[in-house]
Every structure is written in C-alpha cells, then in structure tokens.
C-alpha cells in the first residue's frame, strides 16, 4: 500500500553558485528523470524553498527505501548536485496547496 513522506533535498558539492538550477551542468537529464517520476505520479508535489534553496518534495511510495532509491538515480544526486537530507512519513492533514511564489504555476481553479 503507498504511503504519503515528505522528503527535503539540498545544493551539494558540485552546485554551482549563482547559476540558476537551468544552467547548472546535466539540468536536462535531471528534469528529464524528475519529470518522469511526477508524470507517474510518484512525485506529488515539490516546491522551491527561496531562501535555502533546498526543495520540499512529498511522495507517494511503499516505503522510505523505494524513495531514497529512486532519488539515487536522479543524475544531479549522482552527480553531486544534490543531495537528499530527510526522508519521513506524514499524514497529511489538508490537500488544498496551491501555487505560490516566483515562477508559480497559476492556479487552474
């Protein structure tokens, strides 16, 4: 049965500041594998965190190991770009996200 997890991901080693993540090196491959994973529907929802810079992402999963293996074929996780911090099971309380922020898709609502 899948299960709801937040997971948080950060900049690693091989990012490179001030670049923006499209100019960072292997951006197409990431936004490839990434894009896959959310057209699936294993990737429910991820949003940029300004500040940090890190990227919230929940999903659904059997389990903490498929996540944490899925995200290890990322080639920006492969590559240093990025790195999984946390991974944890939630129990969502509310689904009414919407959109927010710079670069926020409108709402279809």
């Given at each position: 049965?899948?299960?709801?997890?937040?997971?948080?991901?950060?900049?690693?080693?091989?990012?490179?500041?001030?670049?923006?993540p499209?100019e960072?090196?292997?951006?197409?491959?990431?936004?490839?594998y990434?894009?896959?994973?959310?057209?699936?529907?294993?990737?429910?929802?991820?949003?940029?965190?300004?500040?940090s810079?890190?990227?919230?992402?929940?999903?659904e999963?059997e389990?903490e190991?498929?996540?944490?293996?899925?995200?290890?074929?990322?080639?920006?996780?492969?590559?240093?770009?990025?790195?999984?911090?946390?991974?944890?099971e939630?129990?969502?309380?509310?689904?009414?996200?919407?959109?927010?922020?710079?670069?926020?898709?409108?709402?279809s609502?």
């Amino acid at each position: 049965m899948k299960r709801t997890f937040a997971a948080l991901v950060e900049r690693s080693s091989s990012w490179e500041p001030g670049k923006p993540p499209q100019e960072q090196s292997g951006f197409d491959q990431h936004a490839k594998y990434m894009g896959s994973l959310e057209a699936e529907g294993f990737i429910v929802f991820a949003g940029l965190m300004p500040k940090s810079g890190d990227v919230l992402f929940i999903f659904e999963a059997e389990s903490e190991n498929e996540i944490r293996q899925r995200l290890s074929q990322d080639p920006w996780q492969k590559d240093g770009h990025v790195r999984l911090v946390r991974v944890e099971e939630i129990a969502i309380r509310t689904a009414a996200l919407q959109p927010t922020g710079p670069g926020a898709a409108p709402s279809s609502r």
